[in-house]
C-alpha cells in the first residue's frame, strides 16, 4: 500500500478517494510505519483522518456502551449494527472503522421504550416523515441526535432488512444473539448475511468501506462460518443474492471464498423476486421503487398495505414543504407526485422477470 500511495502520479487526488469511500485511516495504519517515504502532505492527511476518526468513535461508541444497556436492564434486547459493533469486534483499533453514528436494533414492541430511554438520555427525535406514525408502521428505524456534550446521532432500528421492519428473520436474530464481554451480538453467521444485505441493497457502487466490512469479515471468519446455518438463512429469507455479491466482494479484495461457503450457492435456486429486487437496487432510479415494492411486500395485511399506499402518494403537507420544499396549488404538487412515483413502480415493473448475463 505504501509502495502505491508513495509511486501514485496524484497521491493527493488518491488521499481523496480514500477519504471519501472511508479508507483513509486503514490507509494510514498501514503506511505510518514507512511514512517518511509518502510527501508530507500525504501522511499529514491521512494522519489527521486517522486521529479525526479516532476521537469520533471514542464519543460514539461510548455512548453505544452507555445506551445499549439500558435496554438490557430492563430485559429489552440490543445490538449494535454496523460500524458501533465491527470497529471493536473485527478491526481491532476502533479508529480504522469510519463512523457517523450509532446503530443499534433492539425489537419492535420496544420502541416505547426506546424513546423513554433516548429523551432521558438527551437526546431529541428526528421527525419529518410522511405522516404521522409512518416510522413506526412502515419504516425500520427512528433516529436521535443531541447536539452537547458532544454532537452525536442514534439510530434505533427494529428491521435487519430495512423494509418495514416486519420480517421474521429479525425476530430469530434476536433469539440467535450471543452475549460477549462487549454487549450483545449477532452470530458471525447473521452478521455476513447482514453486512451482505446491507451492503448489497442499499451501498451497491456506493463507497468501498462496506465492501471492505465484507471482505475483512470472511478473511477473519470466514474458514468458521457454519455453512448449514448460512445457506438456510439465506434460503429462507432471500438473501442468496447478497450472500453472492459478498462472495464476489471478496474475491474481488483478495480473499477467496470459503470454499464451504461457496458450495452453498451450487444447490440452492435463487427466487425471482430476489433476483430482480437486488437487481434493480443497482439502478439508482429504480432502488427507491423497488424498496418500495419490497416493503409494500413484507407488510402484512391488506389494508396496512393501502395505507402504505396511501401516505405514498398523500404525504402531510408539512413533509413535502420540509424534505422537498413544496409550494404551491396543492392538487398539481400531489398529482406530479403521483405520476412520478407511478413512473417508477411501472418502470421497475417492466423489468421484473427479464433475463441479464451474470445473475
Not at 23 to 29: M, N
Request: proline share 6%.
Amino acid at each position: 500500500m505504501t509502495d502505491a500511495l508513495a509511486s501514485s502520479p496524484d497521491p493527493m487526488a488518491l488521499a481523496d478517494a480514500a477519504q471519501h469511500h472511508g479508507l483513509a485511516p486503514i490507509f494510514h495504519v498501514f503506511s505510518r510505519a514507512r511514512a517518511n517515504e509518502l510527501p508530507p502532505e500525504l501522511s499529514g492527511r491521512l494522519a489527521a483522518a486517522y486521529r479525526q476518526n479516532k476521537a469520533r468513535a471514542i464519543i460514539l461508541l461510548s455512548e453505544a456502551a452507555r445506551i445499549a444497556p439500558q435496554f438490557e436492564s430492563r430485559g429489552v434486547p440490543c445490538i449494535p449494527l454496523k460500524g458501533a459493533a465491527l470497529a471493536e469486534d473485527l478491526y481491532g483499533d476502533p479508529a480504522m472503522r469510519p463512523m457517523h453514528d450509532v446503530d443499534l436494533i433492539v425489537p419492535q414492541s420496544a420502541l416505547a421504550i426506546a424513546r423513554e430511554i433516548m429523551l432521558a438520555a438527551g437526546y431529541h427525535e428526528e421527525s419529518g416523515d410522511l405522516r404521522a406514525g409512518f416510522e413506526e408502521e412502515f419504516r425500520s428505524e427512528l433516529s436521535f441526535y443531541r447536539s452537547s456534550p458532544h454532537p452525536c446521532r442514534v439510530e434505533i432500528h427494529w428491521g435487519l432488512l430495512n423494509f418495514g421492519g416486519h420480517e421474521e428473520w429479525t425476530k430469530e436474530a434476536f433469539k440467535r444473539s450471543v452475549v460477549t464481554p462487549r454487549g450483545r451480538r449477532l452470530t458471525d453467521e447473521e452478521t455476513l448475511l447482514y453486512l451482505a444485505a446491507h451492503s448489497a441493497y442499499h451501498h451497491q457502487n456506493d463507497r468501498l468501506i462496506w465492501e471492505f466490512d465484507v471482505a475483512l469479515l470472511l478473511q477473519s471468519k470466514g474458514a468458521l462460518l457454519d455453512d448449514s446455518v448460512v445457506g438456510e438463512l439465506a434460503q429462507t429469507h432471500r438473501l442468496l443474492m447478497p450472500l453472492r455479491w459478498a462472495l464476489e466482494t471478496g474475491e474481488r479484495l483478495g480473499v477467496p471464498a470459503p470454499p464451504h461457503l461457496a458450495a452453498v450457492l451450487q444447490h440452492r435456486r435463487v427466487g425471482r423476486v430476489e433476483r430482480w429486487g437486488l437487481r434493480f437496487a443497482r439502478d439508482p432510479q429504480l432502488a427507491s421503487a423497488v424498496r418500495t415494492l419490497l416493503t409494500l411486500r413484507s407488510t402484512p395485511g391488506w389494508r396496512r398495505r393501502l395505507r402504505l399506499i396511501g401516505a405514498k402518494l398523500f404525504p402531510d403537507k408539512e413533509h413535502l414543504v420540509a424534505r422537498h420544499h413544496a409550494h404551491g396549488f396543492w392538487p398539481w404538487i400531489y398529482t406530479k407526485r403521483i405520476l412520478s412515483l407511478g413512473a417508477r413502480l411501472a418502470l421497475a415493473l417492466l423489468h421484473i422477470g427479464k433475463p441479464r448475463s451474470g445473475d
